[in-house]
């Protein structure tokens, strides 16, 4: 048998923290944890707009690391639509005042295609006399629908990390093993296949390499797979 203050200094399994950890550091590393995992893109800004913490699914819009988007400032990044929609916010801060905005917002992607859609933004924060911190929560639009287009379909709409992404899947590899070849985490390689599954109204992965196939986006006589080249030169 062993004495209570030996099962009390015993090392706690892998994983999970000890009994006695600090609470506010146990639910910081849970925070942290979930606030990656959010599928839509997020990032937590102080009141000037530079960022503090992104997810993955925001950096996955410019194809990098959340790590190389701290320290930049929003506005560096979003376009808002119209000149004066910043300025309720504006007018927020400088009241300290808690409220949620609404803006519509475009952005060039590191592959220079258009993005557009709705950033909400959030003033957070409790201490008394200090501007609140900005949570960005971005909807990103998929394209509008319409009536069939008379002429082929760009592939420009996909970037060369979604091509590089749909040629592994084509491959049989798992999120994963794509995650490593590619330098994503498994979470921000399914945010890519999500987006493209929708954009391309198909249901699974064997439909999304079928569709990339006929967009021309991978070289049909290729193996292993791989993105298709642009057409030659005349």
Same mark, same amino acid.
């Given at each position: 048998? *062993?004495?209570? @203050? *030996? ?17 506010? !550091?146990?639910?910081?590393n849970?925070?942290?944890?979930l ?5 839509l893109?997020?990032a937590?800004? /102080?009141? +000037? ?7 993955q ?5 410019w #194809? +990098?690391l959340p790590?190389r988007? $701290?320290?930049?400032?929003?506005? @560096? ?5 119209g000149?004066?929609?910043l @300025? ?5 801060l400088?009241?300290?005042?808690r409220? %949620?905005y609404?803006i519509e917002v475009?952005?060039? +992607?590191?592959? /220079?295609?258009e993005?557009?859609?709705e950033?909400? $933004?959030?003033?957070? #924060? /409790? ?8 949570l960005l929560i971005? *909807?990103v639009h998929?394209?509008?629908?319409g009536?069939?287009?008379t002429?082929?379909?760009?592939t ?7 091509? %590089? ?10 999120s994963a093993?794509?995650?490593t070849? !590619?330098g994503?985490?498994p979470? #921000? !390689?399914n945010? *890519?296949?999500?987006?493209?599954? %929708?954009?391309? #109204?198909?249901?699974? %992965? ?10 021309g !986006?991978?070289a049909?006589?290729?193996w292993?797979p791989?993105?298709?080249g ?5």
């Amino acid at each position: 048998m *062993h004495s209570p @203050d *030996h099962q009390a200094n015993r090392a706690p399994r892998s994983g999970f923290p000890a009994p006695d950890s600090d609470p506010a !550091v146990v639910w910081r590393n849970l925070a942290t944890l979930l606030f990656d995992r959010i599928p839509l893109p997020v990032a937590y800004c /102080d009141a +000037t707009g530079t960022i503090l913490t992104v997810n993955q699914a925001m950096a996955s819009e410019w #194809g +990098t690391l959340p790590s190389r988007l $701290i320290g930049r400032r929003a506005l @560096d990044l979003f376009r808002p639509a119209g000149e004066r929609r910043l @300025d309720p916010i504006s007018e927020a801060l400088r009241l300290r005042r808690r409220s %949620r905005y609404p803006i519509e917002v475009s952005w060039s +992607t590191k592959e /220079d295609t258009e993005g557009h859609g709705e950033m909400i $933004i959030d003033l957070v #924060g /409790d201490v008394p006399n200090v501007p609140p911190n900005l949570l960005l929560i971005l *909807h990103v639009h998929d394209q509008p629908s319409g009536p069939a287009p008379t002429r082929p379909e760009k592939t420009a709409r996909v970037s060369d990390m979604e091509k %590089r992404i749909l040629a592994l899947v084509a491959t049989g590899l798992t999120s994963a093993r794509i995650a490593t070849e !590619v330098g994503l985490t498994p979470d #921000g !390689v399914n945010y *890519h296949l999500a987006r493209l599954s %929708r954009r391309w #109204g198909v249901a699974n %992965r064997a439909a999304l390499v079928a569709r990339a196939y006929t967009k021309g !986006v991978l070289a049909p006589c290729a193996w292993p797979p791989a993105p298709a080249g642009p057409p030659p030169a005349r």
